[in-house]
């Protein structure tokens, strides 16, 4: 079993859809809990993180981790074309400070 | 904000050569940098973990005579690809953790990765 598993997708939406991405772990060492954004040949970059559980927002995006459920989500509203990417959820141990990626789900936004 | 450079982007060599990659942290200096491997729609995969001034640490499976790492200085890293063979063919991508705290050391700081072909 990986440490960090997500659904690769790829995941189709409509432009103006609210995108629900997700991912499930198996490690309770892992303190903090992030989103990348990754575009074709270019290096992730980071959208969220957290380290407690409960809800974040920033503008469209709100990222949720419920640690008893060992279950992280990531909403985008509205979205737009642009957000077509991959999107991988990676989480730190707290000890190492290594970072741990899900395989990435891949997300088309249509307009 | 932190930006990390990644040097090459792209890198087409011989087999049986070596490759070095270059990762420079330009506004910031990094105390841990981690190098990634990524193939074709697969997540990223740690290679090594190395701090400024001692050895790298790698992760189990990977050569360490293979892929020589370099942290010389708080702004630098090098990842040297040694007697590439087509297989080593993949995404090297580096990260580097800000030696501050706050925002910039939760997730770090990712290059822009480079592409290496082996033929």
């Known amino acids: 079993q990986k440490e960090v598993e997500q659904d690769p997708g790829p995941l189709s939406v409509p432009e103006g859809a609210i995108v629900s991405l997700n991912c499930t772990y198996s490690n309770s060492a ?6 990348y954004r990754q575009y074709s040949r270019k290096g992730p970059e980071l959208l969220m993180y957290t380290y407690s559980s409960g809800n974040k927002e920033d503008g469209r995006f709100t990222a949720q981790v419920d640690k008893s459920s060992k279950y992280i989500s990531l909403f985008i509203r509205d979205s737009q074309p642009s957000d077509s990417a991959t999107y991988l959820c990676a989480m730190r141990e707290g000890n190492t400070g290594k970072l741990i990626f899900g395989q990435g789900t891949t997300l088309q936004v249509k307009p | 904000g932190a930006v990390v450079s990644q040097h090459p982007s792209r890198v087409i060599c011989k087999s ?5 990659i ?8 990094a105390t841990t940098m981690f190098w990634y491997r990524q193939f074709p729609k697969q997540s990223l995969m740690l290679m090594a973990t190395s ?5 790298a640490t ?5 050569e360490k005579d293979k892929f020589l790492i370099n942290h010389a200085s708080l702004t630098l890293s090098t990842l040297t690809v040694t007697s590439a063979h087509p297989e080593d063919s993949s ?3 580096c990260s580097a953790r800000d030696r ?3 925002r910039a050391n939760y997730g770090y700081t990712f290059g822009s990765g480079t592409r290496l072909t082996v033929v």
């Open chain 1, 30 to 35: 892992f303190q903090y809990f992030m989103w």
């Open chain 2, 16 to 20: 049986g050569t070596s490759v070095k």
């Open chain 2, 22 to 29: 270059e990762c420079r942290s330009l506004d910031f200096q």
């Open chain 2, 51 to 55: 701090n400024e001034g001692s050895k």
């Open chain 2, 58 to 62: 790698y992760e189990q499976g990977v």
């Open chain 2, 91 to 93: 995404f090297y991508i």
């Open chain 2, 100 to 102: 501050r705290g706050g």
